[in-house]
């Protein structure tokens, strides 16, 4: 059995992670496996770059303008919405060709137009959909923020410039829908219950076959640190109660930036004196840090494991206030390093969090309730329990050999 999973990128954001991890777990369980992507980042022999740079770029260039300049409401929704107007046909490189099956993963900024993925359905090969957001199943946005319009046929799209019936989510629902109609080949993959529950609500995949896998972690890389010796490391006050947020770019309405500031300015009304330091790494352009009522140690990108897996050993608590989720890779390494996380109840969170046991779940968009998660993880009594809870849940769900045996099984059932 060959595999060949296809991604836009081996690195650099958190479906190309789950990808790589998806990766090295099915190579360490036997699979014979590659990754295709649009442009080879690492050094993973395993990965193989499919298109050239300068066709890269003009494909990027060609799906992103005409959106920019005719359709975009405004800077916000930018990148949140792909049309997949342009790529590359792939259908017949090497990695295609030679595959039994084909495991699709994020195909967007340029990768594959929907005319592309029609190709690679047509080659009558079975084809795996790991869904890591809603684009799969909408008009173009990557999350919905509430819209329902996907159940249908999209358009009147809160997105676009000029909302409309036959809009452009319309437009783009509509190619969606005349290249799946006879996919019956095709096999979908949530990461989440959430996720899974809501494609099969709508109307482009509601009658496909779906089951939920997660993404799986390498628990020897994201493992409990000692705590001071990182501390020391990172330049973290060694006797302070740390609270750690990052996010691929804090900016992100969706990451919920807002809330965690409201949350921390009622968790500072609530303790007073006692010693807090925050820790925020991620791309940063626009957010005043300086606006937080504690003191902040702020760290740009950072793409190293062995980094981050130090960096969530040193918090006591990670928070994580995102409106709209999948299976956030960073609350999954969190909990493998033994570091419990307060967060929304929101998307697939809950099939990490396991409320006052590993974390806490506060009611979605209520920064009162974050705080109060917050102040309870952080003051918890109980915090070696906390610790083992989070790392026990890693354990028993996410390492390389459940989710690649899970993944195994659904090869070898539609082969």
């Known amino acids: 059995m060959k595999v060949t999973l296809i991604n836009t990128a081996d690195a650099g954001g958190g479906a190309p992670a789950a990808s790589m991890r998806l990766l090295k777990a099915l190579v360490q369980n036997g699979v014979d496996v590659t990754m295709a992507v649009q442009q080879k980042l690492t050094a993973e022999q395993r990965v193989t770059a499919t298109t050239g740079k300068r066709a890269a770029k003009a494909h990027f260039l060609l799906e992103r303008l005409p959106f920019i300049a005719f359709e975009e409401r405004d800077k916000t929704v930018r990148f949140a919405f792909s049309p997949a107007n342009s790529g590359s046909n792939i259908a017949h490189h090497p990695a295609i060709q030679e595959a039994d099956i084909l495991h699709l993963h994020w195909t967007n900024s340029g990768y594959l137009s929907i005319k592309n993925l029609q190709q690679l359905l047509q080659l009558g090969k079975p084809v795996v959909w790991t869904l890591h957001d809603m684009w799969a199943f909408t008009g173009g946005c990557h999350y919905s923020n509430g819209c329902d319009h996907f159940m249908n046929q999209c358009g009147n799209c809160w997105m676009l410039r ?234 028993d769900n996410f390492t390389n050999d459940i989710v690649a045996k899970q993944y195994i099984n659904l090869y070898n059932s539609i082969l």
């Open 162 to 395: 000029r909302p409309g019936q036959n809009d452009l989510s319309h437009k783009v629902w509509q190619r969606k829908f005349d290249g799946l109609k006879d996919a019956q080949n095709l096999h979908v993959v949530s990461c989440s219950k959430w996720l899974g529950n809501v494609s099969r609500s709508s109307g482009l995949l509601g009658t496909k076959p779906t089951v939920a896998i997660p993404n799986p972690i390498d628990i020897d890389i994201f493992s409990p640190k000692d705590k001071a010796i990182v501390r020391k490391r990172w330049g973290i006050d060694t006797d302070a109660r740390i609270i750690l947020f990052g996010a691929a770019n804090i900016n992100d309405r969706r990451k919920g930036i807002t809330y965690l500031v409201e949350a921390l300015h009622l968790l500072k009304q609530q303790i007073r004196e006692a010693s807090v330091q925050m820790v925020i790494f991620g791309k940063n352009k626009h957010f005043d840090t300086s606006i937080l009522p504690f003191k902040v140690k702020e760290l740009s990108i950072i793409s190293a494991e062995a980094d981050l897996a130090e960096l969530y050993s040193a918090a006591d608590v990670f928070v994580s206030p995102s409106l709209e989720d999948n299976l956030p890779n960073m609350i999954m390494e969190s909990l493998a390093c033994g570091t419990p996380v307060a967060a929304f109840n929101a998307g697939g969170i809950p099939d990490l969090i396991d409320h006052q046991q590993n974390g806490y779940l506060a009611e979605y968009k209520s920064a009162a309730d974050l705080a109060t998660g917050i102040k309870h993880l952080l003051f918890s009594e109980d915090k070696a329990g906390l610790s083992t809870s989070a790392r026990k849940k890693v354990l």
